[in-house]
T-cell receptor, first 114, second 112 residues
Framework: NAGVTQTPKFQVLKTGQSMTLQCAQDMNHEYMSWYRQDPGMGLRLIHYSVGAGITDQGEVPNGYNVSRSTTEDFPLRLLSAAPSQTSVYFC?????????????FGNGTRLTVT | SQQGEEDPQALSIQEGENATMNCSYKTSINNLQWYRQNSGRGLVHLILIRSNEREKHSGRLRVTLDTSKKSSSLLITASRAADTASYFCATDGAQGAQKLVFGQGTRLTINP
């Protein structure tokens, strides 16, 4: 059981480049989300989805796009990378039907924007 | 935005000692969760405590919740080197269950 898989593990971009961070889960979880983790800031929610075709903004959505065409996948797109987007990005999923189900995290993508 | 704040930011103890971390939050919640993060890895769920619960145990973990003070504590008893990690509390609440908000974490180091 793979759980939540994130690719790539590491990425270096130049300012203005675009890229997509991939996230896939094999647990049939309806809820998926993206967080970024910065030193001293904890984790901040970027976008989330409660099911295929449904997405919504979190605390820090600017500069990021998401879509949810399947239950399994929830890619995060950076359209024009900025140095402020240098961070570690985590994808997480859980069952959507109850507020008490825990989040399952991937191992993260470490992104550096120069 | 509502945020859990952990205290202390860093804690270093000897193996075998108990470790206590605290979390404070700002608004009413439905539940509070604790997660562990080993270096270079994603977060792993440890325990969830509901707003109508005051204490919960799981193995060497003990979590308390005081909703009147808007605070929670995580106690790890008989610590081991493998407990070295960062620990985060996470809360839902006014912003909705879909937006789990994490604190900044406590970095715990267990010295052999």
């Amino acid at each position: 059981n793979a759980g939540v898989t994130q690719t790539p593990k590491f990425q270096v971009l130049k300012t203005g480049q675009s890229m997509t961070l991939q996230c896939a889960q094999d647990m049939n979880h309806e809820y998926m989300s993206w967080y970024r983790q910065d030193p001293g800031m904890g984790l901040r929610l970027i976008h989330y989805s409660v099911g295929a075709g449904i997405t919504d903004q979190g605390e820090v959505p600017n500069g990021y796009n998401v879509s949810r065409s399947t239950t399994e996948d929830f890619p995060l797109r950076l359209l024009s990378a900025a140095p402020s987007q240098t961070s570690v990005y985590f994808c997480a999923s859980r069952l959507s039907g109850t507020v008490n189900s825990p989040l399952h995290f991937g191992n993260g993508t470490r992104l550096t924007v120069t | 935005s509502q945020q859990g704040e952990e205290d202390p930011q860093a804690l270093s103890i000897q193996e075998g000692e108990n470790a206590t971390m605290n979390c404070s939050y700002k608004t009413s919640i439905n539940n509070l969760q604790w997660y562990r993060q080993n270096s270079g890895r994603g977060l792993v769920h440890l325990i969830l405590i509901r707003s109508n619960e005051r204490e919960k145990h799981s193995g060497r973990l003990r979590v308390t919740l005081d909703t009147s003070k808007k605070s929670s504590s995580l106690l790890i008893t008989a610590s081991r080197a493998a407990d070295t990690a960062s620990y985060f509390c996470a809360t839902d609440g006014a912003q909705g269950a879909q937006k789990l908000v994490f604190g900044q974490g406590t970095r715990l180091t267990i010295n052999p």
